[in-house]
């Protein structure tokens, strides 16, 4: 139990649609980010968020979009969906200070 | 630009035997931060170790032990006796930075399978 939440588990959407997925990070964690994880890979960085500010992006477009809200939870958001984007999705939280990330059970994205 | 690569797609094991999984890692950084992880099918990554380059011991926790050598660059893991629950994905995972929680560079993952 890492004290990581993600919403929806699972979903599946139609190209071209947009998806929102949350996550809820463990108490006091102030740093959030999300990874894309395909078939068979390892995690991808798409971006992290600390105190509510982006601070850093991996190679993935602007239709994937994040926020990060006052109590630190955070989502991820990605516009006109493609079957590539097809993966688990999974939110890593931590404290910024040299501490362990923590991931959460991930959202698995299905888009037809 | 940092890498993390794990030659060993697959490995199966007969249970109660030893088994290591390799990783080796590539960073121009002189202060980083590796992992290991695993990831059951449930999907979610469980946290084993978070080892920073400044600090070579090797770590034996239970069952687990790390062999970090800077001069090969790699960071082995080694499950002793290993059981049926130790099947899973392993991942490890590299962060550079003086933190240890920015972006998190992972390796393609060691599907592990313990046959009973």
């Known amino acids: 139990e890492t004290g990581v939440t993600q919403s929806p588990t699972h979903l599946i959407k139609t190209r071209g649609q947009q998806v929102t997925l949350r996550c809820s990070s463990q108490?006091?964690?102030?740093?959030v980010s999300w990874y894309q994880q395909a078939l068979g890979q390892g995690p991808q960085f798409i971006f992290q968020y600390y105190r509510e500010e982006e601070n850093g992006r991996g190679n993935f477009p602007p239709r994937f979009s994040g926020l990060q809200f006052p109590n630190y939870s955070s989502e991820l958001n990605v516009n006109a969906l493609e079957l590539d984007d097809s993966a688990l999705y999974l939110c890593a939280s931590s404290f910024q200070a040299g501490n362990t990330i923590y991931f959460g059970e991930g959202s698995w994205l299905t888009v037809v | 630009a940092q890498k993390v690569t794990q030659a060993q797609t697959e490995i199966s094991v007969v249970e109660k035997e030893d088994v290591t999984l390799d990783c080796v890692y590539e960073?121009?950084?002189?202060?980083?931060?590796l992992f290991w992880y695993k990831q059951p099918p449930s999907g979610e990554l469980v946290f084993l170790i978070r080892r920073n380059s400044f600090d070579e011991q090797n770590e034996i926790s239970g069952r687990y032990s790390w062999n970090f050598q800077k001069s090969t660059s790699s960071f082995n893991f080694t499950i002793t006796a290993s059981q049926v629950v130790d099947s899973a994905v392993y991942f490890c995972a590299l962060s550079e930075g003086e933190f240890g929680n920015e972006k998190l560079t992972f390796g393609t993952g060691t599907r592990l399978t313990i046959i009973p």
């Open positions: 960073t121009r950084d002189t202060t980083y931060y």
């Open positions: 108490s006091g964690h102030n740093t």
